[in-house]
């Protein structure tokens, strides 16, 4: 691609409130970074928004100027469709404003801030958005479009069930309300198609009273019965009322200071929880939980909603080499136990997570075909987040997450469309069932025929 001139980028500056950044522009490698470290794309210009009339600009420059455009909400996604190679970065990073109206339990959220501003704004008032995840520096606008859940999802139902409107810049420029009674099908659309269909400039979420305390912990299991104790964990789980979230993560244990140093390092089956109801039936409830099988040990109390939100973050900081593997499960067969702890025997670093989130409740009760997000009716995720530093390492780390998938997609139905990585378009298909896609190309065909916003899991307008 041309290096874009002068003139061109001049004309763009003057009417931009924002920040211009190009190539050798002393902000321009900080900005162009993503949370994986695996891409190191250098975009032929960043746009640094200010505000949606800097959004509507962007669109138009990128447009008049054939460039390709990638959109970076939190810049989070391990896809990395975030920044390009050439073309126009159209970052929201400095989108970050969160108004929350307690009155009528609403939160308006711009469209680059990230779930750790959401929590925050929302729990000065009591209040949360369900489905916002559970580290605090991913995006709400990439985890929103794609579906988004959380540790309270399945009481409160998902991101996406919980969006009010969305304000959107299309590929024409335009600047769309998208809700039930405005624009219906681009508001179906932004509920899970991903960023397909625009660039959202702001969400406007329900939100529910949460906390400011939530019954919360992680309880830490022996590796050697990992076999009894997930056998156990899949018909726990699915016997608990929606206010009880309990997930399994296999992986090496960090060196936290309720383990014994012995432990660190070493493989364990770790069992975070979040109850949203009083201590004493927290405690009841998890009482299975550490009778099932012998703990390591625990940190379990009342924890305040903004730090459990957080208590994950240092474990997946920015900059390392990531390559994730996902698909839903239909059920934890033994079979499917013993090929995931075949995968967790031999895996190739100590920062890899097998991550299985626990999905039924509230989520599975709307119907299929009511938003783009389509696979509700399986009861688990499983996730492999491959996560390594060094280059040398990637054919080893990459080779293990394809065969480890590969293993376990005889239990396997659909998969998220935010746990893909760079897959393919069979592969974006199966995040949604036949209807659904088929709608999503005609709302892509209405919104963006020309696929200005390719840079995504992208549903392509024929
Ligand atoms: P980005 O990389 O900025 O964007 C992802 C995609 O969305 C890109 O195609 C981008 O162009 C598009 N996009 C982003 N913002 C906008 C916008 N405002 N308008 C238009 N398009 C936009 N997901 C869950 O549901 N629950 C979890 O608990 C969860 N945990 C996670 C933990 C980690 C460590 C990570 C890395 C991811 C997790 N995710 C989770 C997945 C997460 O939802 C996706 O990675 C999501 O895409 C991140 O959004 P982002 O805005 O940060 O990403």
């Known amino acids: 691609m041309e290096p874009l001139r002068d003139a061109q980028t001049g004309a763009f500056r003057k009417s931009f409130r924002g920040e211009v950044l190009l190539p050798g522009d002393r902000d321009y490698d900080r900005v ?10 250098r975009p032929a210009i960043i746009a640094r928004c200010a505000g949606t009339a800097d959004v509507i600009n962007a669109v138009h420059f990128a447009r008049d100027n054939g460039l390709l455009v990638a959109v970076r909400g939190g810049g989070h996604n391990s896809a990395g469709n975030a920044v390009c190679d050439g073309g126009i970065m159209i970052d929201l990073s400095l989108m970050r404003r969160v108004n929350v109206d307690p009155e009528n339990r609403t939160a308006r959220v711009d469209g680059g801030a990230l779930l750790g501003d959401m929590d925050r ?15 605090s520096h991913t995006g709400v606008g990439g985890l929103t479009l794609g579906g988004g859940f959380g540790w309270i999802s399945r009481k409160h139902g998902l991101a996406v069930d919980n969006l009010l409107a969305a304000e959107v810049v299309t590929a024409d ?6 809700s039930a009674g405005e624009n219906p099908d681009l508001f179906w659309g932004i509920r899970g198609g991903g960023g397909n269909f625009g660039v959202v400039t702001s969400f406007r979420f329900r939100c529910v009273e949460v906390g400011p305390h939530v019954y919360s ?19 726990y789980v699915r016997g608990l009322p929606d206010a009880m979230t309990a997930w399994i993560v296999v992986r090496h244990a960090p060196p936290l200071p309720f383990l014994p ?8 089956v770790v069992v975070p929880f979040v109850w949203l109801g009083d201590e004493a039936e927290g405690a009841r409830l998890i009482r299975p939980i550490r009778e099932a099988t012998p703990s390591l040990g625990e940190a379990v109390g009342m924890n305040p909603w903004v730090a459990w939100q957080a208590g994950f973050d240092g474990l997946v900081e920015h900059g390392a080499r990531n390559y994730w593997k996902s698909h839903h499960l239909t059920a934890l067969s033994d079979a499917c136990i013993d090929r995931i702890l075949e995968f967790a025997e031999t895996m190739p670093t100590k920062e890899i997570e097998v991550f299985i989130p626990h999905m039924e409740g509230a989520p599975g009760r709307v119907p299929e075909t ?17 996560r390594w530093r060094d280059a040398a390492d990637d054919a080893r780390c990459l080779a293990w ?8 997609e005889p239990f396997a139905r659909g998969v998220y469309v935010n746990f893909l990585s760079d897959e393919g378009e069979d592969r974006v298909r199966a995040a949604y069932i036949p209807e659904v896609w088929d709608r999503l190309v005609e709302v892509k065909k209405e919104y963006d025929p020309e696929n200005l916003f390719r840079m995504n899991q992208n549903i392509r307008p024929s």
């Open 261 to 268: 140093p012995e432990v660190h390092g070493q493989r364990v």
């Open 32 to 41: 162009r970074r993503i949370w994986n470290g695996m891409f190191d794309r």
């Open 217 to 235: 912990g992680l309880i830490v299991k022996r590796f050697e019965d990992a076999k009894r104790y997930m056998q156990f964990h899949r018909d």
């Open 121 to 135: 704004e929302t729990q000065l008032y009591g209040l949360a958005v369900s489905g916002g995840g559970i580290v």
């Open 173 to 178: 420029g335009r600047l769309l309300t998208a």
């Open 370 to 386: 009511a938003t783009a997000y389509a696979h509700r009716k399986t009861p688990f995720v499983l996730n492999i987040h491959t």
């Open 401 to 408: 997450a394809r065969a480890f998938h590969q293993a376990t």
